[in-house]
C-alpha cells in the first residue's frame, strides 16, 4: 500500500515569507500527487495535482509543488505568505488497484501565518 | 453548476444509533467516495461506487455500508455507532476515479 507523510503538523510563517510544506511519499509505482487545502470547517480544496509529465506544478492561489523521483518528494512551495493561506494543507497520492481508485491523505500541517 | 452537496451539515447521534448521510455529485459525474476524518487526522477512504457498482471498500468495520442510486447520489449508512465514528464525513465526486475529484463541505457526526 501507498503512504504519505507530511513533515511538520505545524508550520508557522511570517506574512510575506516563504512557504515550505514537505511531503513524502511510497510507492512502486508512478504516483499521481495531490495537493489539497482545508479550511475551517469546510471540505476539501484542491490546489494541484501531478500525473506525468513536467515535474513543477503550478496550482491555484500562486502554490506550486515540485514531483522529485529521486527523492520520492512533493513538496509545496509559495514565495510570499498571505493571511489567507492559513489552513491545513494535505498531501495525498492517489492509489489505483483493480480500478478502485482511492486518495491516500498524510496526516496535514497547519499553516498559521504571522503578521 | 453546483457542487458536490451533502446533507446534513451537522448530526448528533447517540451510541448505537444508525445514521444516514447524503451526497449529491456535480452533474455529470458517475463516481462517488466517501472519506472519514478525525479530528486532527488526514481523511481516510471509505468507499468509491461508480455506475451503481461498488469499486472499492477502505478498511471499515461492516457497520459501515453505501449505495448508489440511479441520479448518481449516494448514501453511506453506518450501524451501531460508536463514539470513535464521530468524525467529519466527506464525500468526493469525479467522472471517473480520483484524479479530478471535488469534495463537499462534509457531515459533521457526533456521537454521544
Known amino acids: 500500500a501507498q503512504s504519505v507523510t507530511q513533515l511538520g503538523s505545524h508550520v508557522s510563517v511570517s506574512e510575506g515569507a516563504l512557504v515550505l510544506l514537505r511531503c513524502n511519499y511510497s510507492?512502486?509505482?508512478?504516483?499521481?500527487l495531490f495537493w489539497y487545502v482545508q479550511y475551517p470547517n469546510q471540505g476539501l480544496q484542491l490546489l494541484l495535482k501531478y500525473t506525468t509529465g513536467a515535474t513543477l506544478v503550478k496550482g491555484i492561489n500562486g502554490f506550486e509543488a515540485e514531483f522529485k523521483k529521486s527523492e520520492t518528494s512533493f513538496h509545496l512551495t509559495k514565495p510570499s505568505a498571505h493571511m489567507s493561506d492559513a489552513a491545513e494543507y494535505f498531501c495525498a497520492v492517489e492509489e489505483s488497484n483493480f480500478g478502485n481508485e482511492k486518495l491516500t491523505f498524510g496526516t496535514g500541517t497547519r499553516l498559521t501565518i504571522i503578521p | 453548476d453546483a457542487g458536490v452537496t451533502q446533507s446534513p451539515t451537522h448530526l448528533i447521534k447517540t451510541r448505537g444509533q444508525h445514521v444516514t448521510l447524503r451526497c449529491s455529485p456535480i452533474s455529470g459525474h458517475k463516481s462517488v467516495s466517501w472519506y472519514q476524518q478525525v479530528l486532527g487526522q488526514g481523511p481516510q477512504f471509505i468507499f468509491q461506487?461508480?455506475?451503481?457498482?461498488?469499486?472499492g471498500r477502505g478498511n471499515f468495520p461492516d457497520r459501515f455500508s453505501a449505495r448508489q442510486f440511479p441520479n448518481y447520489s449516494s448514501e453511506l449508512n453506518v450501524n451501531a455507532l460508536l463514539l470513535g465514528d464521530s468524525a467529519l464525513y466527506l464525500c468526493?465526486?469525479?467522472?471517473?476515479?480520483?484524479?479530478?475529484?471535488?469534495f463537499g463541505q462534509g457531515t459533521r457526526l457526533t456521537v454521544v
Open positions: 468526493a465526486s469525479s467522472l471517473d476515479g480520483p484524479s479530478e475529484a471535488f
Open positions: 461506487y461508480y455506475e451503481k457498482e461498488e469499486r
Open positions: 510507492s512502486s509505482v508512478p504516483p499521481y
